[in-house]
């Protein structure tokens, strides 16, 4: 028999990958015979890198612009002409201690310093992910660094997304060259528009230190920075593969020609998406990027459906399953792509409030917590490791009953 371990990071605790180690090795231990495969996952934020690099891509190690503009040793991963960038890894919200200060100058710069990076080295599908963020700034950041160039009264404006408030103009003649032939993929499971109460402002600003007067301050910003590209010829980018082209655009995917109008920009505002990563997937769609579930890009980047086609049981995870494990995160993600192989999948956590029915609901056939071994949440979290080991016994339990597919 063989078991595929798929499961994301223990946020606080452990990675994904030592995850699926302790798991490994509490399996080897507990069930000799049984095979067993390590593929560690992520959603789109926090470890899709690792999680790119853990299914056979290289590492690509540089310094780039960190979330309130100094610069950070930081990284992504490329395959072939595919390169992985995740925005937690150079703009992310755990790189800083949030106040409202913080908020309003944080920038998404070097989100599109790893992207100009990726197309110099001859990249030409991309994919953002976009969790774990730190700005509000609308990927103005991003564009800048792809040589987008905003201006204010005073010459070029600031980093930040307060500094949005007293943008004039927006000149994108000067964008990135390998954009027109690149396939960008958002990875992204936030449905969000960019403005209003569900917008990027409204409801992630507060998570990245925002106090109501800096909500309005950075609402207004991104307002205007809808209004001045409504007013910005846009070269047009490529369609993403199966999309059809942003509202106004030509379409045709050649370079340079086509240009947005002041309804696309307002269209691609209202998307659902565009509010992801402080306003990043707006940027993102500008470019012409298709959104796709951060799972369902992992795993297609991993070859999932290769590594599992093989199991006879799948074991995902996550620190907390929850409410919030149903829309988007990883564990169903995985539960859903290995039911579609005939494979049932099981899951580990740290701890769970989720009831065996709706886990069943959800694909999951059944849910092994830490907290079934040990009560206290923090040895849960300070071990980790051996707990999931000791989780073992009951994931071959699991096995046993169920034998092949």
């Known amino acids: 028999m063989m078991v595929l371990l798929a499961p994301d990071k223990f946020k606080g605790s452990l990675p994904a990958a030592d995850v699926a180690a302790h798991l490994a090795a509490g399996l080897r231990a507990a069930a000799p015979a049984v095979e067993v495969d390590q593929l560690p996952v992520a959603d789109g934020g ?4 690792a999680a790119a690099l853990a299914a056979g891509f290289t590492e690509v190690r540089l310094r780039a612009t960190g979330p309130l503009g100094a610069p950070v040793a930081t990284r992504y991963a490329v395959r072939g002409t595919t ?19 913080t908020a309003r100058r944080a920038t998404s710069r070097g989100v599109g310093e790893l992207v100009a ?5 001859g990249a030409t599908t991309v994919v953002v992910g976009v969790g774990g963020s730190a700005s509000t700034d609308g990927g103005a950041g991003m564009l800048a660094a792809l040589g987008a160039r905003l201006v204010g009264e005073g010459g070029d404006l600031p980093d930040g997304g307060a500094a949005l408030r007293d943008l004039l103009a927006v000149d994108l003649a000067g964008l990135h060259p390998g954009l027109a032939a690149a396939r ?13 109460p569900r917008g990027a402002a409204a409801v992630y600003g507060p998570q990245k230190g925002a106090d109501p007067a800096t909500v309005a301050l950075l609402e207004d910003g991104l307002t205007t920075w809808v209004a001045a590209l409504a007013h910005t010829p846009v070269p047009a980018a490529r369609p993403a593969a ?4 942003a509202a106004g655009t030509a379409g045709t ?12 920009a307002r269209e691609l505002a209202g998307r659902p998406g565009a509010g992801a990563a402080g306003g990043v997937g707006f940027a993102c769609l500008l470019l012409g990027a298709q959104r796709r579930p951060g799972i369902d890009v992992v795993l297609e980047l991993a070859g999932f459906a290769r590594r599992a086609a093989g199991a006879d049981l799948v074991v995902t995870g996550e620190g907390s399953l ?6 988007g995160k990883a564990p169903v993600g995985v539960a859903a792509a290995a039911a579609a192989l005939g494979v049932g999948t099981v899951a580990v956590c740290g701890r769970t409030t989720l009831a065996p029915e709706r886990a069943r609901a959800a694909g999951l056939l059944a849910v092994h917590a830490l907290t079934d071994l040990e009560p206290d949440p923090a040895r849960c979290i300070a071990e980790a490791g051996p707990l999931l080991e000791q989780l073992a016994p009951r994931i071959v339990a699991d096995l046993a009953p169920r034998g092949h597919r």
Request: hydrophobic share 45%; no cysteine.
């Open 83 to 101: 390169a992985v960038v995740e925005m937690a890894a150079v703009s992310g919200l755990e790189m800083l201690t949030p106040d409202p200060g």
């Open 46 to 49: 926090e470890g899709t890198v």
């Open 322 to 327: 929850d409410a919030q494990s149903l829309h």
């Open 117 to 121: 990076h990726a197309l110099d080295g």
């Open 242 to 245: 199966g999309s059809a082209p």
């Open 184 to 196: 960008l993929v958002l990875a992204s499971d936030v449905d969000n528009p960019l403005l209003g």
């Open 253 to 264: 995917g050649t370079a340079g020609t086509g240009t947005a109008t002041a309804a696309a």
